[in-house]
């Protein structure tokens, strides 16, 4: 192997990288939903070669091919349709308000899909806002809205930074599907030049969830990068930040930093299991975790099946997704996914082609057992089940 050809860490651009697991198929959108069965059955799929960075403890997919993916209206990753989910985004958003004082400023979200949580921001402040992101859908707007919000179905670039001349910076769930993230960060840094008066908030899902928890439905194609909170830190700094705060959050599902424009310096101090020695240990042992809780499945769904039961599973997102899609032998055991955001319902899913469906059709069908995709939902999703006045044996996945 030629040094070209050499695998470099998309954050340090280190080479002592060790490969992890490989997954063969995967869809490359997991959250886009297709109207048809037969369509969603010849959806597009790629490899994940899951690789970890000793150096810098960033977890990438590094056969990810950036151009098989199309974020169009039809990518929806919307979770604003749980209660407990709003819950946390409205107290962000008014965390971050009061923090930054984002009282009648100008607001850029990055990635701000259907614009929620933009909304979320501008109302808690009086903010006018600015949300970039091509799978954005102005039918999806509410027409009693009452922020004032501009949306360009369009990736953000100087040339709309120059007229919009942001306060404040976010992109929440969007740095781990850039391939390069360090290039999308030095490029971002270029627009706010030495303005340090901005401040860019960066959520996304945590890595460390993944490979400690067992967060294993997770891996997922459009995911090119599963950041630790270490490579987080890590690549603002190497992309000229200065990071002032970061963290765990919903659960230690997700992590977040907060930055500003500076000479690459951090605030952030990191847990002793946080660190690239601690991380390694946990993704050594990974593969074989991994291999053993699909075992593990497959066992549970075949005993299922020997007693006659009917599961469905409870969320069409990419957990649920990536689960059904590595079971995909028991397709005809697992028929329908259920999920509470309407814009889902009635569609199907990649390349196993179940149907999406309300809660309230579980009424009509033979179902035996519920299995919950997040364990962070299960309170509220029981209550929907008992609200429904059905009896189901629930499992979390």
């Known amino acids: 192997m030629g040094p070209e050809n050499v695998t470099r860490c998309p954050v340090c651009d280190g080479t ?7 997954i063969d198929a995967a869809p490359v959108l997991c959250n886009v939903l297709w109207p048809e069965e037969r369509q969603a059955r010849s959806a597009r799929h790629g490899p994940l070669g899951v690789a970890y960075c000793e150096a810098c403890a960033h977890v990438f997919n590094k056969e990810h091919d950036p151009d098989l993916a199309d974020y169009g209206t039809a990518y929806d990753n919307s979770l604003h349709y749980s209660p407990l989910f709003n ?19 100008r607001i850029v979200e990055i990635g701000c899909g259907k614009g929620d949580f933009l909304r979320m921001l501008c109302e808690a402040g009086g903010n006018f806002g600015y949300g970039f992101d091509r799978s954005f859908e102005p039918d999806r707007v509410q027409t009693s809205d009452t922020a004032e919000i501009a949306y360009v179905q369009d990736l953000y670039t100087e040339k709309y930074a120059a007229r919009c001349r942001p306060d404040f910076l976010c992109f929440r769930h969007v740095l781990e599907h850039i391939d390069r993230p ?8 270029r627009t706010i030049a030495d303005r340090k008066d901005v401040v860019i908030y960066c959520e996304v899902p945590n890595a460390l969830f993944t490979l400690k928890d067992l967060g294993i439905w997770d891996l997922i194609y459009e995911h090119c990068s599963y950041f630790t909170l270490h490579s987080l830190v890590a690549v603002f700094q190497r992309a000229g930040y200065d990071v002032v705060a970061g963290d765990e959050a919903f659960g230690g599902q997700f992590i977040w930093v907060e930055a500003r424009a500076g000479a690459g310096q951090s605030l952030v101090t990191l847990s002793e299991h946080q660190m690239p020695s601690q991380v390694r240990l946990h993704a050594d042992a990974f593969a074989d975790q991994y291999g ?21 599973v409870w969320g069409a997102g990419s957990k649920g997704v990536t689960f059904l899609n590595v079971l995909k032998e028991f ?23 179940q ?23 299960e309170k509220e999703i029981t209550a929907t089940i008992r609200e429904l006045g059905l009896e189901l044996n629930i499992s979390t996945v």
């Open 182 to 189: 360090i290039d999308f960060l030095v490029d971002l840094r």
């Open 331 to 353: 397709g005809d055991q697992i028929q329908y996914v259920v999920d509470v955001n309407p814009h889902k319902q009635g569609r199907y899913v990649p390349i196993t082609g």
């Open 87 to 105: 819950d946390y985004a409205r107290r962000l958003s008014q965390r971050l308000v009061d923090r930054y004082d984002l009282r009648g400023k």
């Open 355 to 377: 149907r999406v469906v309300p809660a309230e059709f579980l009424r009509s069908q033979r179902v035996t057992d519920v299995l919950i995709m997040n364990p962070l939902y």
């Open 16 to 22: 002592q990288i060790n490969d992890l697991l490989r």
């Open 292 to 312: 053993a809780s699909v075992r593990a499945w497959r066992d549970r769904l075949a005993a299922l099946t020997r007693e006659g039961r009917r599961p469905v």
